[in-house]
């Protein structure tokens, strides 16, 4: 078992969330017995970190050796080559998720975020329930910091996947879990649509993974993620660092997300210097995409996700 830093996520999240409520004092959520979280996610300091999936056409120890490689010490866990195309999901086993947050480990690295795709709530709302507490339960064992969920599109549904997130979060909380919901398309493409989702759920571990890529991305660029990020003062714990490109061939609209971090039309300066009012000065910033091309060659996708680093480590230190 690794040994972090003296400060726990009970610490974290109750400073993150007093600091995000405009000095409404917010009461400390999880007990002390709780596993010490990872130095960086203290406020102040910035976490920052690659997801696996710039490398989903590969097996996820390839994209680990990678993140290893570009000089990150925090790997987010999401596409991968498998059966789910994710590296953990609703059908991995803690066993398995255990043996995945070894790997992360065994490379000198941490797991700030785990993306674990859709939960089976077409089914019924328990089913929902216990796929979020398989996806719980596996962050736990793979040793990560947080669940982030990709929300959902379909209204009929939309009240019955948030009541299971709602039935969970406190038993995430027990387990040192925070659940993050990001702008994703569909009913929650928008930090409003977002803000509402969260004062759904009613629970103060349930909060903002912010992109701001997918906001220009599903807005077809009508919507600049600077004027939106004001909306969501007080929810956001972390950010995917994803650009946005746009352009027209005809009457054809093209989107591109697989751009390298500040290369594109995101101002991430504006979106950080937005989000720090409310409370977003400290924590995970996790890349999520960057140029790769149609056949990603690794030594090609090593040099761009070195790049995206030392964009955000330049950006935090501006």
Known sequence: MAHWPSISRRQFLGRTLAAGTAGVAVPRLFPD?????????????????????????????????????????HAGLMTTKSDTRLVISVKTTPEEAHAVGEEVKRRGMQVPSVYGGGIPIDKSLDAGIEGMKRLIDNCAAAEAASLLMGGIGNEKLYETYYKAVAETADYA????????????????????????????????????????????????????????????????????????????????????????????????????????????????????????GDDPDPKALVAEAKKAREFVEQLVKG
């Not at 995917?240 to 991430?268: H, N, Q, R, Y």
């Open 173 to 292: 909380a027990e387990k040192g879990i925070v659940i993050t919901v990001k702008p994703h398309g569909g009913l929650n493409a928008t930090g409003p649509q977002c803000r509402k989702t969260i004062d759904f759920v009613g629970k103060k571990n349930f909060r903002i993974w912010y992109d701001p890529g997918n906001i220009y991305h599903y807005s077809d660029g009508r919507i600049g993620p600077v004027d939106d990020a004001a909306t969501v003062d007080g929810l956001v714990v972390g950010m995917c660092i994803k650009d946005f490109a746009m352009s027209k061939e005809g009457e054809k609209l093209k989107k591109d997300v697989w751009i390298t971090p500040g290369t594109g039309m995101v101002d991430f300066k504006a979106v950080l210097a937005r989000l720090k009012p409310g409370g977003f000065t400290g924590g995970p910033l996790v890349v999520e995409c960057f140029a790769r």
């Open 33 to 73: 017995t709780l596993a010490a979280a990872p130095a960086a996610w203290k406020e102040g300091q910035w976490q920052i970190g690659c997801y696996t999936r710039p490398w989903d056409k590969f097996e996820y120890r390839v994209a680990l050796d990678a993140i290893a490689e570009a000089g990150y010490k």
